[in-house]
């Protein structure tokens, strides 16, 4: 280990809970590649799944409802990137600085990373409904999808409502079977009970900042920065690396603050992303058809197209921004193009990319490494 990392190392002891029972003399897990971690990841999903589904029969469930509940996890948490739940085994990876971690470790990071998959499914099946989706993932939402159960051709509908519920409830059905003797249970409880309380208030920001079609009074880079803080900066990049923090045994207030400093700007730039893929991005590479546009979102897009258009160009937004008519879409895009949207968000993207480096090469409390790995994931994705 070279003097820099031997200094973080001390650095990071320092903030490491004096009772941490991380098990150090268990074998050491070989060092694998990202497509072998990806592979283990995958894994032991079936493995979690069969944890919820057995105990379904115990509590007088019919075949049928056990078969729609393992229908319904398949479809909802499993196909996506996973990045979310694989940032938990990199960032613990990151935080353990000096040794290599145990199957026992490595094991317990992907049931939390899936428990973060978990809560994004409960968000998604619930927001598509919100905001009508069509797709996600490259496939009808859930509650467009057949009703497996009826004979009729009838959609899942709002039954997908329900369905939410129960894929939240997963998420403590599985951190009390791995997790209740760990001295940082109550720790990962209390955090994704905020989390979700947090990306919930997101949820109803992102709903209540478009009442009156053509009233851009609320469409403000401020209102913005609000409604992707909450819903999806939390849980998306500060809830996967506080957990791996978790068990690291790191309980220093000012470590989660230098994380929470970092991952809720980084989650921005993310979103920031997102809203720009929903614009541009083809559904075949993203997964979803975009819908910001028809469902008069206060997006990054709209914002800055207020921020740098003419008056007659921001007057011709308020007429045909929020209706769900291919024409008015187009005509949105075109004005979008006039402003020059796409130079502003490749200055906005260089620029974050920058102010983030920036904030990362000034911390010293927990290791670099484990912002610098994440912003790798996201600066330059596929625009």
């Given amino acids: 280990m070279n003097n820099q990392s031997l200094h973080r190392a001390a650095m990071i002891s320092e903030h490491l809970a004096p009772t941490s029972e991380l098990n150090m003399n268990e074998t050491s897990a070989p060092i694998k590649t990202a497509k072998e971690e990806l592979a283990d990841f995958v894994e032991i999903f079936p493995i979690l799944t069969n944890e919820i589904l057995k105990e379904l029969p115990g509590m007088d469930m019919p075949p049928q409802t056990i078969a729609w509940i393992e229908k319904m996890i398949n479809v909802n948490v499993a196909g996506g990137k996973m990045n979310r739940g694989l940032t938990v085994l990199h960032s613990l990876q990151l935080l353990v600085e000096g040794r290599q971690l145990s199957r026992s470790e490595i094991f317990l990071a992907n049931v939390l990373g899936w428990c973060v998959e978990w809560l994004q499914a409960f968000f998604l099946v619930a927001d598509d409904i919100m905001d009508q989706s069509i797709t996600r993932r490259g496939q009808p939402c859930w509650y467009r999808q057949q009703n497996p159960i009826s004979n009729n051709g009838t959609t899942i509908g709002s039954i997908a409502i329900n369905?939410?519920?129960?894929?939240?409830?997963?998420?403590?059905?599985?951190?009390?079977?791995?997790?209740?003797?760990?001295?940082?249970?109550?720790?990962?409880?209390?955090?994704?009970?905020?989390?979700?309380?947090?990306?919930?208030?997101?949820?109803?920001?992102?709903?209540?900042?478009?009442?009156?079609?053509?009233?851009?009074?609320?469409?403000?880079?401020?209102?913005?920065?609000?409604?992707?803080?909450?819903?999806?900066?939390?849980?998306?990049?500060?809830?996967?690396?506080?957990?791996?923090?978790?068990?690291?045994?790191?309980?220093?207030?000012?470590?989660?603050?230098?994380?929470?400093?970092?991952?809720?700007?980084?989650?921005?730039?993310?979103?920031?992303?997102?809203?720009?893929?929903?614009?541009?991005?083809?559904?075949?590479?993203?997964?979803?058809?975009?819908?910001?546009?028809?469902?008069?979102?206060?997006?990054?897009?709209?914002?800055?197209?207020?921020?740098?258009?003419?008056?007659?160009?921001?007057?011709?937004?308020?007429?045909?921004?929020?209706?769900?008519?291919?024409?008015?879409?187009?005509?949105?895009?075109?004005?979008?193009?006039?402003?020059?949207?796409?130079?502003?968000?490749?200055?906005?993207?260089?620029?974050?990319?920058?102010?983030?480096?920036?904030?990362?090469?000034?911390?010293?409390?927990?290791?670099?490494?484990?912002?610098?790995?994440?912003?790798?994931?996201?600066?330059?994705?596929?625009?």
């Fill in 163 to 383: 369905d939410s519920f129960i894929l939240e409830s997963c998420i403590y059905i599985l951190i009390k079977k791995y997790f209740r003797n760990e001295p940082y249970y109550a720790d990962i409880l209390d955090i994704f009970h905020e989390t979700s309380y947090q990306t919930e208030l997101g949820q109803l920001l992102d709903l209540t900042t478009q009442p009156n079609r053509g009233d851009f009074s609320l469409f403000t880079l401020n209102t913005y920065r609000r409604i992707v803080k909450y819903k999806t900066a939390y849980y998306s990049f500060y809830l996967p690396v506080a957990l791996a923090m978790l068990m690291a045994g790191i309980n220093s207030t000012p470590a989660f603050s230098t994380a929470k400093d970092i991952l809720l700007p980084m989650g921005e730039f993310f979103q920031v992303q997102d809203d720009f893929l929903d614009c541009y991005g083809s559904p075949a590479v993203i997964g979803k058809i975009g819908r910001d546009i028809e469902e008069n979102k206060c997006s990054w897009m709209i914002c800055q197209a207020i921020l740098n258009g003419t008056p007659e160009q921001i007057n011709l937004l308020k007429k045909h921004y929020g209706l769900d008519n291919p024409s008015d879409v187009e005509l949105v895009k075109k004005i979008y193009g006039e402003i020059g949207l796409k130079k502003i968000f490749k200055d906005y993207e260089d620029e974050s990319y920058a102010f983030l480096t920036s904030k990362i090469k000034s911390v010293r409390i927990m290791p670099q490494e484990v912002f610098i790995k994440l912003l790798s994931k996201i600066y330059k994705r596929d625009l």
